[in-house]
């Protein structure tokens, strides 16, 4: 079987580095980056950008975005600032490549639309790149609600709490990230939600400030969102950036499920060591367990090689944007807001789809 090749478009997502070092060293693949607008702020990896970052993890580097499509990628990674993945995806698509594209999926709903579009015209599968859901703890969650042992669900309670990125500044330029906190963690408990239950949001309420970092956000920094389902259950999702600059770990995740059957409470990063540096007097906290991001990529490579759609899809990626941009609504307005019934029905799942054959993907 001939290596698949992968290209990554765009260094400029911190993800970018853990998604070339697992692409790397995945046997069978070819993995080769490019990077045109990115520049080097510094001598760390977290730090690198373009070439300097690809030498680093050891990745061949295309100079610009025209020679890396050139290399006729089976697939492509996008994960560029967010107002960008448009373009990005649409390039990727009209050169045959299946995608997957960071969240969110877009910062407009007219972007998101696009894409759709794009990836179903050229018979490509895009996916989005929600790492959690693959956790084996969200597997054991969905297989108890699914066995009926939670009973019916009426109330799920989320925290996605972390760092304002010190490296990448354009998470908080709305021009760039289509917003700030709500943009960033929202969508990742909203798409677990979306796997757990299939139900569509109805309502969204949200409230937000910048009393967090408010010397160098541009953005919110914090937010509460509550959201109601077409089921009845009620989702309160706290997304703000809330971990100091000093904290050991980028942030976490928990979950909180209640049904009539019984609680679920979830912490996706909790398995730990913890300590305290002698040097230093700080905490230190290591982290173990299995890689979400290894598991979404192998789900990724797996579906790019049986050309069977993978989940999350674009049209998820639609229903937790339309989430995203409900909370920005109604942080402007003050008011609870409804999701219009045309954008749940663009974000409905469509039946399982034949694999994608060679054939029907358009010449690079």
């Known amino acids: ?54 030498v680093a993890l050891g990745v061949d580097y295309a100079e610009s975005y025209q020679d890396l499509l ?9 994960t560029s600032e967010n107002a960008r993945h448009r373009e990005l995806v649409e390039l990727a698509a009209a050169a045959g490549a299946h995608v997957l594209c960071e969240k969110p999926l877009a910062t407009t709903w007219e972007d998101g639309i696009a ?29 108890a609600h699914d066995s009926g042992a939670l009973g019916q669900l009426f109330s799920v309670r989320g925290a996605n709490n972390g760092m304002l990125p010190l490296t990448r500044d354009w998470f908080t330029d709305p ?27 109805v309502t969204v309420t949200a409230i937000a400030n910048r009393t967090l970092h408010a010397t160098r956000a541009r953005a919110e920094t914090a937010g509460l969102v509550t959201i109601t389902y077409d089921n009845g259950v009620v989702a309160a999702i706290d997304c703000s950036w809330s971990k100091p600059d000093t904290s050991p770990v980028w942030g976490g995740l928990t979950l909180d499920v209640a049904g009539t059957g019984g609680t679920v409470s979830l912490d996706f990063f909790g ?11 700080l905490p230190i906290e290591s982290r173990y367990g299995a890689d979400f991001d290894q598991a979404m990529l192998g789900t990724f490579i797996d579906a790019v090689r049986t050309g069977v759609q993978p989940q999350p899809d674009v049209r998820v990626g639609l229903r937790t944007l339309s989430i995203v941009l409900a909370a920005q609504e109604s942080v402007r ?28 993907r358009q010449p690079a």
């Open 1 to 54: 079987m001939s290596a698949l090749r992968v290209a990554v478009m765009s260094f400029a997502h911190t993800h970018a580095i853990g998604y070339l070092a697992a692409l790397a060293a995945m046997p069978g693949v070819e993995v080769r980056g490019s990077d045109p607008d990115g520049v080097s702020t510094g001598d760390s990896v977290v730090e690198l950008r373009g070439r300097d970052l690809a």
């Open 70 to 78: 050139a290399w006729q990628p089976d697939a492509v990674v996008v």
């Open 115 to 143: 894409m759709r579009d794009a990836v179903e015209a050229a018979g490509v599968m895009l996916m989005v790149a929600f790492p959690v859901r693959f956790a084996s703890a969200f597997g054991k969650l969905r297989a």
């Open 175 to 201: 021009a760039l990230s289509g917003g700030g906190a709500i943009v960033d963690h929202v969508v990742h408990i909203a798409d677990m939600l979306e796997g757990l239950m299939g139900a569509a949001p």
């Open 271 to 281: 398995a730990a060591a913890h300590g305290i540096a002698a040097e230093t007097g």
């Open 333 to 360: 307005t003050g008011r609870t807001v409804t999701v219009p019934a045309d954008v749940v029905a663009a974000g409905t799942a469509q039946a399982p789809t034949e694999p994608v054959s060679a054939a029907s």
